[in-house]
């Protein structure tokens, strides 16, 4: 564990309280104008955090097999974390365009964990990263929209449609980066299925 690892946490520790933030934010007594001022900033620390991360772990020769399989997943469950919380209101997006996000990283996911489990650790493509920013401006620009809704600027109805195309276009290029991600892998993913074949045999 080191300093790269334990930044990559600050994403993990965010996210909650991001959603606690945007759920009870009148419970807390934050007004609907500061509530996507106060987001921003916790966003801003998020992303943050992944950009310093990797810089570290290259600067200070921390790039290691768990940094490589921690870092993403902690992207993951923060960049989901803030798109689930959106689909409460005001924002309110559809549940079901939130899942596209979830099935991309559970399949993804399990693919590096497994070939880490076996010995290769499979490499990040550049559409991935490209995915990582999609996601995160995504989550900008609908924060930006809220605030332009507490300040009358645009109405609710603006609001949820306007964040629910920035959303879907974000998960169209997720599973784009999925295909790539699998298809620029596939000697792995072949090795595997050879792999699960031969211990299926001797297991007959």
Do not use: W
Not at 50 to 57: E, P, R
Not at 98 to 124: E, H, N, P, Q
Not at 169 to 184: C, E, K, N, P, R
């Amino acid at each position: 564990m080191g300093l790269a690892n334990y930044i990559t946490f600050i994403r993990i520790f965010v996210s909650p309280i991001f959603l606690l933030l945007y759920i009870s934010h009148e419970a807390l007594n934050i007004s609907k104008t500061l509530l996507p001022c106060i987001l921003l900033v916790l966003l801003s620390i998020s992303e943050l955090s992944d950009v310093c991360d990797g810089y570290i772990a290259r600067k200070y020769n921390e790039v290691s097999d768990f940094g490589k399989i921690f870092d993403p997943m902690a992207d993951s469950i923060a960049r989901t974390s803030v798109l689930l919380t959106f689909t409460q209101p005001p924002v309110s997006l559809p549940l079901p365009l939130i899942f596209i996000f979830l099935y991309r990283d559970s399949v993804i996911s399990t693919l590096r964990t497994i070939c880490a489990l076996r010995g290769f650790a499979l490499a990040a493509r550049m559409s991935g990263k490209i995915k990582a920013v999609v996601q995160g401006v995504s989550s900008f620009a609908i924060l930006a929209l809220m605030l332009l809704q507490a300040t009358d600027k645009i109405s609710l109805e603006q609001l949820q449609n306007f964040s629910m195309y920035i959303v879907a276009a974000a998960a169209i290029y997720t599973l784009m980066s999925g295909v790539d991600y699998i298809y620029a892998n596939r000697k792995y993913v072949s090795k595997l299925l050879s792999m699960r074949e031969k211990h299926e045999k001797r297991s007959v």
